[in-house]
Nanobody
Framework: EVQLQASGGGTLLAGGSLKLSCATS????????FAWFRQAPGKERERISC????????FYSDSVKGRFTISSDSRKNTVYLQMNTLKPEDTAVYFC?????????????????????WGQGTLVTVSS
């Protein structure tokens, strides 16, 4: 069974850095696309980044572009989100998600609307 496990959240001051991890199992890692979502208190869930191991695409939302970096390690079957220059508005529960990217459709993870598999959230709290 496909499993995703997010970790690495914590509490830190504005301007700091944090690296989240999403450990995965139960599927062919190199055939999948992955995304990071976040949901802040009182706000809707937001997709902030995605990457596809299958086609090599990446995407960042305007809110995190230039500060966050998504990456994947096929040796560890793990996806990462490096978060730099954190701001109080980055405070949220962060989720990782995955989908098989070998099916028909337009190339590029930005075009994906559905992610079939989700991990539990990890809380990031940024204070000023």
């Amino acid at each position: 069974e496909v499993q995703l496990q997010a970790s690495g959240g914590g509490t830190l001051l504005a301007g700091g850095s944090l690296k989240l991890s999403c450990a995965t199992s139960g599927f062919i890692f190199d055939d999948y696309a992955f995304a990071w979502f976040r949901q802040a208190p009182g706000k809707e869930r937001e997709r902030i980044s995605c990457t596809s191991n299958f086609d090599g695409s990446t995407f960042y939302s305007d809110s995190v572009k230039g500060r966050f970096t998504i990456s994947s390690d096929s040796r560890k079957n793990t996806v990462y989100l490096q978060m730099n220059t954190l701001k109080p508005e980055d405070t949220a529960v962060y989720f990782c998600a995955a989908r098989d990217d070998t099916g028909p459709g337009i190339v590029g993870c930005e075009t994906h609307r559905v992610y079939d598999h989700w991990g539990q959230g990890t809380l990031v709290t940024v204070s000023s």
